[in-house]
């Protein structure tokens, strides 16, 4: 993004972008249609293919914020992607009208079963009668917002929409130091990876 200080419009361009960083995107909280969990202050929103423009535009943006973090060289999500095999499945966890961690659900096919072992690097086994299944591609938590359970709540309330049990639940490697701390904690014995 260019940035000339002193043009209105890019003045207001750049404000609109260090507030959707710093902030997350806002979210529009009179609209439910989309919202499959809340309670006081919080909302927990599904985005599908099927979702409407602004609810992929809002994922999209969501996406934007974890990726200025994590740098992929691709986009997590943009809402201009078509539909494939995956059948993406984004849930949103909004608290005070803002995004604040992403979560991203996806169909995949090959699948392992990893033992942890008490080493880092786990031994995994290919199980190819397991797949498909649902996997974790991508789970981020604003850096304003970490460890005071959001991920975990986003992680179960979004597990539980979609009826999976602790063994139809993969998770797309290799993983951050955050991600695999996280995992290890939820799955302390085994886990499964599903590309």
Known sequence: MSYVPGIP???????????LICNGPAVDTTSSEHVVWESSQDQILLVTDAS????KKLAHDASKCANCEMRYDSGIYREYDPPDQRHIRIFLYARD?????????????KVWRCLWNGVETPECVEQPEKGPMWSVGFLWVHGTRRRVGVGKALFHRAKRHLN??????????????????????EYPTYFYVAK
Request: hydrophobic share 35%; aromatic share 14%; net charge negative.
């Open 97 to 109: 009208a803002r995004v604040i961690a992403l979560l991203v659900f996806e169909r995949r096919s």
């Open 9 to 19: 419009d890019n003045e207001a361009t750049h404000e609109a972008y260090c507030d």
């Open 52 to 55: 409407p423009a602004k609810y």
């Open 164 to 185: 999976l049990t602790e063994d139809e639940v993969g998770w797309y490697t290799p993983f951050s130091t955050e991600g695999q701390t996280f995992v290890r904690h």
